[in-house]
């Protein structure tokens, strides 16, 4: 599978953003997809994820309630729609297909292929 993401973009605090991954290859729900963010200087962060098969979805605790995953599956696209935007949410955002286990899933080690970033500012 190739991931492309798109959407990102300069919002102000408090507006909403929405990113796409775009799949091609193979059907997104064969994968768990997903999202992380990397600010600079800081390490790569999980930010939620949808788990193949309908497994459910997380969230990490500082966009739960804000952000929303969900699919176009006549478009194989996953979509991060990311709501209440607060400064901090400030980074690259990337996505990822990966087949790993549940306990891992937060882990940026269990995802084999990676889209490019997508960048998301936000301003106060």
């Known amino acids: 599978v190739q991931l492309q993401a798109s959407g990102g973009g300069l919002v102000q605090a408090g507006g909403s953003l929405r990113l796409s991954c775009a799949a091609s290859g193979e059907t997104l729900s064969r994968y768990n997809i997903g999202w992380f963010r990397q600010a600079p200087g800081k390490e790569r962060e999980f930010v939620a994820v949808r788990r193949w098969g309908g497994g459910g979805t997380f969230y990490a605790d500082s966009v739960k309630g804000r952000f929303t995953i969900s699919r176009d599956s006549a478009k194989n696209t996953d979509l991060l729609q990311m709501n209440s935007l607060k400064p901090e949410d400030t980074a690259v955002y990337y996505c990822?297909?990966?087949?790993?286990?549940?306990?891992?899933?937060?882990?940026?080690?269990?995802?084999?292929?990676w889209g490019q970033g997508t960048q998301v500012t936000v301003s106060s």
């Open positions: 990822a297909a990966g087949r790993g286990i549940l306990s891992s899933l937060r882990e940026h080690s269990a995802y084999g292929t």
